[in-house]
């Protein structure tokens, strides 16, 4: 039988704290907020190991995070607002419950766009972890999208040099419809 994990509030919300199964509503979760929008990963210590889930809430002009392609597959679901997709140098404009499936090696960014918040829940495998994840191109509509790099890295610390870390935040308000 598999235990319930027990969650602990924290000053910035609720986490699992321990191995389980829970159940964990986004508005009382732990989230994190930097210029990458805000995030809402759900998860504690450990970290989920197959796969990992988030919610983001991007405001306009605001990348889900920098042009990159991974060794396994992803999907993002919109649920509001109007994001802008980069996949493969081209653009296309995203709007709700449109669902892009992203095969491995395939080159994408997400960027906030439309009049308000955009809000994704984004899915993926944790078979590949390590120097061997994937890595970041350039990409010149990510790079005038402000999510592209100017040289190619699979390093994250490279990639992401220009933004501050994200801070734990507590659940705003007006970051998910409802």
Same mark, same amino acid.
């Given at each position: %039988?598999?235990?319930?994990?027990?969650? +602990?509030?924290? =000053?910035?919300?609720? @986490?699992? #704290? !321990? /191995?389980g199964?829970?159940?964990?509503?986004?508005?009382?979760?732990?989230?994190?907020?930097?210029?990458?929008g805000?995030y809402?990963?759900?998860?504690?210590?450990?970290?989920?190991?197959?796969?990992?889930?988030?919610?983001?809430?991007?405001?306009?002009?605001?990348? %889900?995070?920098?042009?990159?392609?991974? +060794?396994?597959? =992803?999907?993002?679901? @919109?649920? #509001? !607002? /109007?994001?802008?997709?980069?996949?493969?140098?081209?653009?296309?404009?995203?709007?709700?419950?449109?669902?892009?499936?992203?095969?491995?090696?395939?080159?994408?960014?997400?960027?906030?766009?439309?009049?308000?918040?955009?809000?994704?829940?984004?899915?993926?495998?944790?078979?590949?972890?390590?120097?061997?994840?994937?890595?970041?191109?350039?990409?010149?509509?990510?790079?005038?999208?402000?999510?592209?790099?100017?040289?190619?890295?699979?390093?994250?610390?490279?990639?992401?040099?220009?933004?501050?870390?994200?801070?734990?935040?507590?659940?705003?308000?007006?970051?998910?419809?409802?």
């Open positions: %039988m598999v235990p319930e994990a027990p969650l +602990e509030e924290t =000053e910035h919300g609720r @986490v699992p #704290a !321990g /191995e199964w829970f159940v964990l509503n986004a508005r009382d979760a732990k989230w994190q907020e930097n210029e990458l805000a809402c990963p759900f998860e504690g210590e450990p970290r989920f190991t197959q796969l990992g889930i988030n919610i983001s809430v991007l405001q306009p002009g605001q990348p %889900m995070s920098m042009y990159h392609w991974e +060794e396994d597959q =992803e999907g993002f679901l @919109v649920v #509001a !607002g /109007e994001p802008l997709l980069i996949v493969e140098g081209e653009e296309r404009q995203l709007r709700q419950w449109d669902f892009f499936h992203c095969p491995p090696h395939t080159d994408h960014v997400i960027v906030g766009a439309g009049d308000g918040p955009a809000v994704v829940v984004a899915v993926g495998s944790r078979n590949t972890i390590g120097d061997d994840w994937g890595g970041y191109t350039v990409d010149e509509a990510a790079i005038r999208h402000g999510a592209g790099v100017e040289s190619a890295t699979t390093k994250g610390q490279e990639a992401y040099a220009r933004f501050t870390k994200a801070v734990p935040r507590r659940f705003q308000d007006d970051w998910l419809p409802g």
